[in-house]
């Protein structure tokens, strides 16, 4: 077999296992049903979960930067929680398969999205009801989120004001706008702004992310590191060790993200606010001479650490 193609049956195998060890974590939880609760009370039962573990496909419109959500809490007993570990398991494999693919032969990522849908009868009559074929391959690999311990509480709130922001240099963003139509005036103008700076010049490349819901954990208990809380996304159900099978105390949160901006924007920002270069989501440092200083600093004091 050819070697890519090779990989592409690995793939193929992971994700039968992926859903295997979904219906399976859903079959037991139905066979023994534990306290939950998801956002805005919506009834959880085997049919809520499986429909939210199997949730792999774009809708229509649908940005392909984001994952839809499944706010939720389950309390789980040690049986129930090693379905959940199995699960995350199968998709930490599923991912390093992935990442495989994309290095060696990235062109079958396509073939992918369009072969594993159709491998699993629960699937298949998803597809087949919705009329959804675009396989999401970030919601097939995202993990189950883990509580480390019984909780006490959890606060939950959404969290509008996320981004990523990637370091680029005056030579990497040339690359990537030349790579666009350099015919179009606009594209030809940002190239005449980039050729008027410092080549040395950092810049910052952002990706505004999708709101989430954020929950501060409190445990009941110190963990051994003498921690008492815990701050984590919860794009999935949140599965909570607990052999009481208690669920902890929660607030009501708003079942949508809020429409705009909560939070204030800090009076010491360093980027720009205003795009240097627009078609890149690509932006200046108010002070760069000060922001490459400090990042000569930081790389000079991570290879002091290495010798």
């Not at 805005?40 to 573990?53: C, H, S, T, V």
């Not at 984590?232 to 208690?246: E, G, H, R, S, Y």
């Not at 078609?279 to 991570?302: G, I, T």
Request: charged residues 30%.
């Amino acid at each position: 077999m050819d070697p890519q193609y090779q990989l592409l049956a690995e793939l193929e195998a992971d994700f039968d296992r992926l859903i295997d060890a979904v219906v399976r974590l859903a079959d037991a939880y139905a066979a023994s049903p534990s306290p939950a609760w998801a956002l805005g009370d919506e009834p959880i039962d085997a049919q809520w979960l499986r429909r939210a573990l199997t949730d792999f496909w774009y809708q229509d419109g649908q940005d392909g930067r984001e994952t839809r959500t499944y706010v939720a809490m389950i309390v789980a007993d040690e049986a129930l929680m090693a379905f959940v570990h199995a699960v995350n398991v199968e998709k930490t494999r599923f991912a390093a398969t992935l990442k495989r693919i994309r290095d060696a032969a990235p062109k079958l990522i396509a073939e992918a999205k369009a072969v594993l849908p159709f491998r699993h009868p629960i699937l298949h009559d998803h597809l087949r009801g919705q009329g959804l074929a675009r396989l999401h391959l970030k919601q097939c690999w995202r993990h189950l989120p883990i509580a480390d311990a019984p909780l006490a509480k959890v606060r939950l709130a959404w969290y509008t004001s996320g981004r990523s922001i990637k370091r680029l240099s005056v030579a990497e963003a040339e690359a990537k706008l030349k790579r666009m139509d350099v015919d179009a005036s606009h594209i030809r103008i940002q190239l005449r702004k980039l050729g008027d700076i410092p080549d040395g010049e950092p810049l910052a490349q952002i990706q505004q992310q999708a709101p989430v819901m954020r929950a501060n954990l409190f445990f009941r208990e110190a963990l051994e590191d003498g921690r008492m809380r815990r701050a984590m996304n919860l794009p999935l159900p949140l599965f909570i060790p607990d052999p009481t099978l208690k669920l902890p105390h929660r607030n009501d949160p708003a079942i949508a993200p809020p429409a705009t901006r909560t939070r204030a924007k800090r009076s010491d920002q360093k980027i720009e606010e205003t795009p240097f270069l627009p078609s890149l989501r690509v932006y200046r440092y108010r002070n760069p001479s000060l922001q490459l200083a400090e990042e000569r600093e930081r790389e000079k004091a991570s290879h002091e650490g290495e010798t």
